[in-house]
T-cell receptor, first 112, second 116 residues
């Protein structure tokens, strides 16, 4: 089983809809992250959480919100989706800033 | 502000030849540097990191990277490329900011194509 699991893997939806992307991990890491990948732009950080009570905005948090339901679960929501939020979304975990981040296989989101 | 640049969108190399994927960085203080690889329909996988110590860092799948402080570079290398090395490669630098939080800043990625 994968250590970092993202659901759904693919989603097509319409402008204005509310969408939730879910991430769960079995690595026991406190730190969790949500990134967005766009061609030619690399990965950009949306939100990050260093423990259940700690949520922080990343560089592109506008239009997104998150919830850290437990150490193992970190969900990303788009309250009212817009087409320029079409992208590949990744969840990642880490044990500390000096150690590698471990990524899920991503959610491909298309907003029509 | 910390930043990382990957100057090549794509690198083409013949199988069996050495490969280099370039990365330069800009940080205040000592850099913490990482390389990740992404295969199609998969998340990023860690290859190697430089925190301190030897300038030549060895990682997974036969890859290594050379840290050069004077040139602010951290180029990824492999002596003999395989077709299976074809993938998207990302360089990243740790960004430290006030409050004790750290996060990674990623380059735009370099697509490596290894031809038989």
């Amino acid at each position: 089983d994968a250590d970092v699991t993202q659901t759904p893997r693919n989603r097509i939806t319409k402008t204005g809809k509310r969408i939730m992307l879910e991430c769960s991990q079995t690595k026991g890491h406190d730190r969790m992250y949500w990134y967005r990948q766009d061609p030619g732009l690399g990965l950009r950080l949306i939100y990050y959480s260093f423990d259940v009570k700690d949520i922080n905005k990343g560089e592109i948090s506008d239009g997104y919100s998150v919830s850290r339901q437990a150490q193992a679960k970190f969900s990303l929501s788009l309250e009212s989706a817009i087409p320029n939020q079409t992208a590949l979304y990744f969840c990642a975990t880490s044990v500390s800033s000096n150690q590698p981040q471990h990524f899920g296989d991503g959610t491909r989101l298309s907003i029509l | 502000a910390q930043s990382v640049a990957q100057p090549e969108d794509q690198v083409n190399v013949a199988e069996g030849n050495p490969l280099t994927v370039k990365c330069t960085y800009s940080v205040s203080g000592n850099p913490y540097l990482f390389w990740y690889v992404q295969y199609p329909n998969r998340g990023l996988q860690f290859l190697l990191k430089y925190i301190t110590g030897d300038n030549l860092v060895k990682g997974s799948y036969g890859f290594e990277a050379e840290f050069n402080k004077s040139q602010t570079s951290f180029h990824l290398k492999k002596p003999s490329a395989l077709v299976s090395d074809s993938a998207l490669y990302f360089c990243a630098v740790r960004d430290y900011f006030s409050g004790g939080y750290n996060k990674l800043i990623f380059g735009a990625g370099t697509r490596l194509a290894v031809h038989p």
